[in-house]
């Protein structure tokens, strides 16, 4: 029992992996890749202890490559470098996989050391986050990947891992077990999806049960509630609850009710979701407040990326600056509106040429039957604007943005209003 459980019962093939039905199930894409043999670079983009790891295993083993594992919280370029040192040797003749947990803490300058090696394909990356990578994976190394999703692990699939974790330490403890079956169900809801965080629970509890009478050892609920670990998550990611608190947080924020909004906030980042509730906040900053106040975007921006580099417990104190800020902001969403409508034009296909005077043209065929561009340059003119036809002619006049009732937008449109004469 030197490693961990979780460990110990590692999953040696796709189908014993617990949960990710959506990317493992059969004809799934990733399934067809992996049984497929050419294994292209990849991101695993999921919470804990959901099997990104026990996935790119397996990969690597299919694949009959050496699977190297660095950490980006510790990893170097110099660590880069002897991965790739490995090629030349018999371990590596196949092939390398590079398994780069958490590679979201890798600066720019180690990111860019990975590019050489997996464009020219002498090694096959397969990174991991708990972050979302398009906010924190750099540009070049994610267009030269494919990101994959994991989810929570659903309480039915994580229970039926939870009962084999308690089978696994009966026959290595070499005595009879028992477990209710509401232990096992709450292990599953309190392990929030992260299928490592039960099977430690299960061997915690398996080495603490009380001792019976004929040998044997009992798990009773109140010893499961006291040593169980409780998930970060407290709620089902993907259930209504969820939804339900992300829901009311941002209406909270936008119907500019503090109170609420807070209230909101401390149930996300007691249930461990930072990501949510930066998420909703960005969005609400930008839809919600929007043109009423634009230096709020930046502001909690700001605030969240403090949040996710410090983390819980202190992701807390940010977050509540930029929570109370939101709500008690003026609103707008005139933009919001605007982009909308124009997206709606664009499905209807309302659309057209772009207008001769703004278009990248530099000479003109022989076939052009009046010459020239003819495009006004603004700054050339008074108040930096001149009158002329942006929009493609069958949208001429279409009107998108109308200035919302605060004070910058108003001040926006009337120094327009002056400035074109009307």
């Known amino acids: 029992m030197s490693s961990p459980l979780a460990d110990r019962l590692r999953p040696q093939t796709l189908d014993d992996v617990v949960g990710q039905k959506h990317l ?50 510790n990893a170097s370029i110099a660590d880069i470098k002897a991965v790739v040192d490995d090629l030349g040797t018999i371990s590596g003749y196949k092939g390398v996989v590079l398994y780069l947990d958490e590679i979201q803490y890798l600066n720019k300058k180690q990111q860019q050391s990975l590019l050489e090696y997996i464009e020219d394909g002498r090694i096959t990356l397969i990174a991991s986050t708990t972050e979302n990578p398009y906010f924190y994976i750099y540009g070049a190394v994610l267009s030269r990947c494919t ?23 009966e026959g290595e403890l070499g005595v009879p077990v028992e477990v209710p079956p509401e232990v096992a169900a709450h292990i599953a809801r309190a392990c929030g999806g992260d299928v490592r965080k039960a099977l430690n629970s299960v061997e915690m509890l398996s080495l603490s049960a009380i001792r019976t009478e004929s040998g044997g050892r009992k798990v009773t609920m109140e010893l499961a509630r006291e040593l169980s670990q409780r998930s970060a998550m407290r709620y089902d990611r993907e ?108 499905k209807a296909g309302r659309s057209g040429p772009i207008p001769r005077q703004l278009q990248n043209k530099h000479f003109d065929g022989e076939d052009q039957a009046v010459k020239g561009q003819f495009y006004r340059y603004p700054h050339d003119f008074p108040g930096r604007w001149v009158e002329q036809q942006y929009l493609p002619d069958a949208l001429k006049n279409r009107v998108y943005y109308h200035p919302g009732e605060n004070k910058n937008e108003q001040a926006a449109a009337a120094y327009w209003k002056r400035i074109k004469g009307k």
């Open 147 to 169: 990101v994959f999703e994991f989810k929570a692990v659903g309480p039915e699939e994580v229970e039926k891992a939870v009962r084999r974790g308690f089978a696994a330490m």
């Open 239 to 346: 259930g209504d609850e969820h939804y339900d608190i992300v829901s009311a947080y941002q209406k909270s924020m936008r119907g500019s009710d503090p109170d609420a909004a807070i209230h909101y906030l401390a149930r996300l980042l007691e249930a461990g979701d930072l990501i949510s509730a930066c998420r909703r906040l960005l969005v609400c900053a930008c839809e919600d407040v929007g043109l009423a106040y634009p230096q709020i975007i930046p502001i909690v921006r700001a605030a969240c990326d403090i949040a996710m580099q410090v983390g819980l417990p202190e992701a807390r104190i940010p977050l509540a600056d930029a929570v109370v800020l939101v709500a008690t902001s003026p609103k707008s969403n005139t933009a919001y509106n605007a982009i909308n409508e124009a997206m709606d034009d664009l």
């Open 24 to 73: 493992l199930g059969p004809e799934s894409p990733l399934r067809r890749i992996i049984e497929g043999g050419v294994i292209p670079n990849m991101i695993f983009y999921g919470p804990s202890g959901v099997g990104k790891t026990t996935v790119a295993r397996i990969i690597a083993g299919r694949a009959g490559k050496k699977l190297h594992k660095l950490n980006g919280t």
